[in-house]
């Protein structure tokens, strides 16, 4: 009897279909540590985050946003292995000081320790964290070959040319306008300029340029990202509202006498899309669609454009305030995030919904502007945001927005296709 009823239940089709998931499956977005330093000056923001190359440690800078004149503020580099049993939430495992307000932050892309910022006074600076008592490397100082405004980013650039220790460039934006190139290893302990950009008012198409702005003033520059199949090319966003296609193959030198590097500036713009309305705060190149990048700033507004057209392809007003950034997931394509003036969290899914958030998490303390968010490119689950009162929140991702559905990609496809209808 026991054989007949094996045998029959062998041939059933009641089954067919059903993939089975041994992984319990987490319904729900949940914060798992709200990190903040007692040893903190009053008053400062979290200006920027990053993930080390193994995912296991986030790194915070810590800055002022509303300053007047130049800073005197003591800041600091603070970081936690999120890995650890006993993370102290109210204590850094590295906390490093600064001599004025750091404002971005970023983890070498294979060096788990090497660690790049940039400073409210404009200098670039190295640190090595395998070396807590001494984790200093370089600075670029505050001189003719670097920023005389505020950087406002840092990133690690893949060099098509470079090998070993030159395989990645450092690169930095600031608020005078220069987007600044740099060779920074480790191994050499020093800092390099090796090539410069400007961006100048001229870049702006001419109905939209504010009032009687000269064509050769600096614009400064807010926000930038690569693309991922072509690391020449790249998508700036400014304090204007510009948003810009840009090469680093530009061979145009700017006539900008009054600036005085070593390497000659040139304009790397070679395309203006519809901008923003006041200054842009994040861009972001979609790590699935070459042509896609995500950008959110002043304006309320968090869009979509394609690199074929100057019209965004989406545009999303959630009604939260400003959005101070945007990221896309690295892990599902068509899933994005953003954060807010008034404290919030929100993640939009293109496969669920084109205009409003899946979900929405209040990420602020006391409700207060969220300034920066990062996903977790080596665990899949984890998300961080940092706001204006200094605390540092990781956030665990459910399932549905972290595991890929098939045919996902054709959702950003068809977002793509509509540029050339």
Same mark, same amino acid.
């Given at each position: ?163 070993g220790k030159n395989k990645y460039k450092l690169v ?48 400064? /520059? ?10 020449? !090319?790249?998508?700036? *966003?400014? =304090?204007? %509202?510009? @948003? ?97 003036g008034e404290g919030q969290l929100l993640i939009y ?20 502007? /969220? ?10 689950? !984890?998300?961080?945001? *940092?706001? =204006?009162? %200094?605390? @540092? ?29």
């Amino acid at each position: 009897m026991l054989h007949e009823q094996l045998e029959k239940n062998l041939h059933s089709h009641a089954f067919d279909g059903y993939d089975v998931n041994w992984h319990e499956e987490t319904k729900t977005v949940t914060c798992v540590h709200t990190l903040s330093h007692a040893d903190l000056e009053p008053g400062l923001n979290v200006t920027g985050l990053s993930w080390n190359s193994t995912g296991s440690t986030v790194a915070v800078s810590y800055g002022r946003f509303d300053h007047e004149d130049w800073c005197t503020h003591k800041s600091l580099l603070c970081t936690w292995n999120v890995d650890r049993k006993n993370i102290n939430p109210k204590k850094a495992d590295v906390a490093v000081d600064v001599s004025s307000c750091l404002m971005c932050v970023a983890f070498h892309p294979e060096v788990p320790a090497f660690i790049a910022g940039g400073t409210f006074n404009g200098e670039v600076q190295l640190w090595d964290l395998s070396q807590p008592d001494n984790p200093f490397l370089a600075s670029s100082g505050i001189e003719d070959d670097s920023h005389r405004d505020p950087v406002s980013r840092v990133v690690w650039v893949l060099d098509p040319e470079g090998k070993g220790k030159n395989k990645y460039k450092l690169v930095s934006i600031s608020g005078d306008g220069k987007i600044l190139v740099w060779q920074a290893s480790p191994q050499t302990k020093e800092i390099k300029l090796l090539d410069g950009f400007l961006l100048l008012a001229e870049s702006m198409p001419r109905s939209m340029r504010k009032g009687r702005l000269r064509p050769d003033a600096e614009m400064g /520059v807010t926000a930038i990202s690569y693309t991922h199949e072509d690391k020449t !090319l790249f998508v700036v *966003g400014s =304090e204007g %509202g510009g @948003v810009f296609k840009c090469s680093m193959n530009s061979s145009d030198r700017v006539a900008a006498t009054h600036i005085q590097l070593s390497v000659p500036l040139k304009n790397p713009v070679s395309f203006a899309f519809t901008p923003h309305v006041g200054p842009v705060y994040a861009v972001e190149c979609s790590p699935y669609h070459r042509n896609l990048f995500l950008t959110c700033g002043i304006d309320q507004t968090a869009r979509v454009y394609s690199m074929l057209q100057a019209k965004p392809v989406l545009e999303l007003e959630p009604a939260a305030g400003y959005i101070f950034s945007a990221r896309w997931s690295p892990v599902r394509p068509s899933v994005f995030a953003v954060v807010t003036g008034e404290g919030q969290l929100l993640i939009y899914d293109l496969v669920v919904h084109k205009v409003n958030p899946v979900c929405t998490l209040e990420a602020g303390s006391d409700k207060k502007p /969220v300034y920066t968010l990062e996903f977790n490119l080596h665990n899949r689950q !984890l998300l961080a945001t *940092g706001d =204006e009162l %200094g605390d @540092v929140r990781v956030w665990q991702l459910n399932d549905d927005l972290t595991i890929q559905d098939p045919g996902e990609e054709t959702v950003l496809a068809d977002l793509a296709d509509s540029a050339l209808e």
